[in-house]
């Protein structure tokens, strides 16, 4: 039976798909969900992800594979004022989008943000990151201030 969350699931979304190397998904498979985040010079958007971890039968290594989106935002223009991102108003995107996602900061298993652009050269954009981490905890952050690179 399908879950709430299910009817946000996106079909023939492109995702890495497990290769031959992964063993078989089991009771052993643990499903967790990642968070991405995109704050660029014009728009900003999220998007989630399930996941299982699954062993590398070659490497013995632990590994995220069957990746599929199951939420993907609606595009938001990034918020400025003057010459600062606009905290209060990435609070409120941040609220809206796991809102209408219907889960929890608590639900991510692990999360990752780009900041692009305008919005990378922007004073306070460290605190951006800061922001998310504190809602949603560990996260991987990547910038990149060449509005070229967007």
């Not at 290769?19 to 900003?44: C, H, I, P, R, Y």
């Amino acid at each position: 039976m399908p879950t709430s969350h299910e009817s946000h699931v996106l079909p023939n979304m492109p995702c890495r798909q497990p290769q031959t190397m992964f063993t078989e998904k089991n009771q052993n498979s643990s499903a967790v969900l990642l968070l991405g985040l995109d704050f660029g010079s014009t728009t900003s958007s999220a998007l989630i992800a399930r996941s299982y971890i699954l062993a590398n039968s070659i490497t013995g290594n632990m590994e995220l594979g069957d990746i599929k989106i199951i939420f993907r935002s609606e595009i938001s223009f990034t918020p400025f004022t003057d010459d600062q991102i606009d905290e209060e108003k990435v609070n409120a995107l941040l609220n809206q989008w796991l809102t209408t996602s219907g889960f929890q900061p608590e639900d991510f298993f692990a999360g990752g943000v780009i900041i692009t652009g305008l919005a990378a050269r922007q004073k306070n954009a460290e605190t951006l990151a800061a922001l998310v981490e504190k809602r949603v905890g560990e996260i991987l952050v990547a910038t990149a201030d060449d509005p070229n690179l967007e």
